[in-house]
């Protein structure tokens, strides 16, 4: 069993560029929500997939999008790059009826 | 209402003591409550989690206590150890859905 994988590891871009982050879901996991954690702070709810549709979302702005793939990886993209979106961006896989989520390593996004 | 104030929010413990964290939640709806174990440069480990009808919850070294009338929960971490050292974070959610974090604990246990 595999557990959840994020690519790519580290990324820098500039600001007003779009960016591209994956995640794979652990083996038979239907379910992937995505979070922001910036330095020093606890993780933050992006939004969450389940069947190919969001289910749900946080207070983030709609430059902030993601799809899920009949496989259950998943991508966040996001717009328009600011620099308060530098921060670690995780991934976390679960099964739809059960609460307990697994998270990724992250991807550590810097936006100059 | 829904956030989850967690403190101290840094620690530092001698190795064999005991670290104890707490949080306290407000949405009486939360019936889900893990903490996380995260390394730098880490995502977030699953360490134990609790639901609202059980007081207490113990997984090796790592007991989970709950007042539910207080709204209330903490982590202890019996005989801290140099590797329990890192960033330990409650949650809460409501069913499956959306994890709200705390804003974490820096613990540093001294050799």
């Known amino acids: 069993e595999t557990g959840v994988t994020q690519s790519p590891t580290h990324l820098i871009k500039t600001r007003g560029q779009q960016v591209t982050l994956r995640c794979s879901s652990q083996s038979g996991h239907n379910t992937v929500s995505w979070y922001q954690q910036a330095l020093g702070q606890g993780p933050q709810f992006i939004f969450q997939?389940?069947?190919?549709?969001?289910?749900g979302r946080g207070n983030f702005p709609p430059r902030f999008s993601g799809l899920q793939f009949p496989n259950y990886s998943s991508e966040l993209n996001v717009n328009a790059l600011e620099l308060d979106d530098s921060a670690l961006y995780l991934c976390?896989?679960?099964?739809?009826?059960?609460?307990?989520?697994?998270f990724g390593p992250g991807t550590r996004l810097t936006v100059l | 209402q829904q956030q989850v104030k967690q403190s101290p929010q840094s620690l530092i413990v001698q190795k064999g003591g005991i670290s104890i964290i707490n949080c306290a939640y407000e949405?009486?709806?939360?019936?889900?409550f893990p903490w996380y174990q995260q390394f730098p440069g880490k995502g977030p480990a699953l360490l134990i989690a609790?639901?609202?009808?059980?007081s207490e919850k113990k997984e090796g070294r790592f007991t989970i206590s709950f007042n539910k009338s207080a709204k209330q929960f903490s982590l202890h971490i019996m005989d801290s150890q140099p590797g329990d050292s890192a960033t330990y974070f409650c949650a809460a959610s409501k069913g499956t859905y959306k994890y709200i974090f705390g804003t974490g604990t820096r613990l540093k246990v001294l050799a």
């Open positions: 609790i639901r609202p009808d059980v």
């Open positions: 976390a896989s679960s099964l739809r009826d059960f609460n307990e989520q697994f």
């Open positions: 997939y389940y069947r190919e549709e969001e289910n």
């Open positions: 949405n009486t709806a939360f019936d889900y």
